[in-house]
Each structure stands twice: as structure tokens, then as C-alpha cells.
Nanobody
Framework: QVQLVESGGGLAQPGGSLRLSCAAS????????MSWVRQAPGKGLEWVSG????????YYADSVKGRFTISRDNAKNTLYLQMNSLKPEDTALYYC??????????????????WGQGTQVTVSS
């Protein structure tokens, strides 16, 4: 079965950095687009960033563009999110999500059929 296990969250100061990882198993990782989605306290799900199966195309929400970088290592079945210049408003539970085999719009959270358990990111001084 599909398993997605996030790690790398924690407490960071404003302006700091964190790197999230998502270890994938139970499916052919290199065949699927993947995304990071977050949920801030008391708010709904927010798509953050996505990457197509070969890693050649990446996309970002305006709120993180220029600060976050998504990448993947298909040989290691792992998805990453490098987060720099962190802001308090980045505080959220961050989920790794596997897209359906064919998707139309990467930013639509309904395009994703498997999710990890999440890793908490807290940005505070």
C-alpha cells in the first residue's frame, strides 16, 4: 500500500530555514507528480508546491515563491521541500501528497489520492 512519511519539521526562527523530506513507498514514485500541502491552525488546506514526475517542472503558491524550493530524488523515492526565509505565517502542519496518475491542475487538492501524516513546522522567535 502507499506510504508517505514526512520528516524534518520543527521550530525555526523567523528568517530561518528547514528542509522537509517525504519518504515514499508502495508505488512507482517516479511515475507520479507530488506536492506539499499545508494546514495552518484553524484554517483549511493550502497547496504549497508541486513537482511533476521527472522533476523538470515545479510550481509554487505565491505565498512561498522565491523562498521555498521543491525537489525530488526518484532513485531514493524521496520528495523534499527546502524552506528559507521562514515567516510566522508559514507555521502549519505540512503534508506530502501523491497525485493521481493523470492530473489537470496541480494546485487542486482533489487531484491527490494519498497523503502522509504530516510534519509540524513552527516559526516563532
Amino acid at each position: 500500500q502507499v506510504q508517505l512519511v514526512e520528516s524534518g519539521g520543527g521550530l525555526a526562527q523567523p528568517g530561518g530555514s528547514l528542509r522537509l523530506s517525504c519518504a515514499a513507498s508502495g508505488f512507482t514514485f517516479s511515475s507520479y507528480a507530488m506536492s506539499w500541502v499545508r494546514q495552518a491552525p484553524g484554517k483549511g488546506l493550502e497547496w504549497v508546491s508541486g513537482i511533476y514526475s521527472d522533476g523538470g517542472d515545479t510550481y509554487y503558491a505565491d505565498s512561498v515563491k522565491g523562498r521555498f524550493t521543491i525537489s525530488r530524488d526518484n532513485a531514493k523515492n524521496t520528495l523534499y521541500l527546502q524552506m528559507n526565509s521562514l515567516k510566522p505565517e508559514d507555521t502549519a502542519l505540512y503534508y506530502c501528497a501523491k497525485a493521481r496518475l493523470v492530473i489537470r491542475r496541480m494546485t487542486d487538492i482533489y487531484e491527490y489520492d494519498s497523503w502522509g501524516q504530516g510534519t509540524q513546522v513552527t516559526v516563532s522567535s
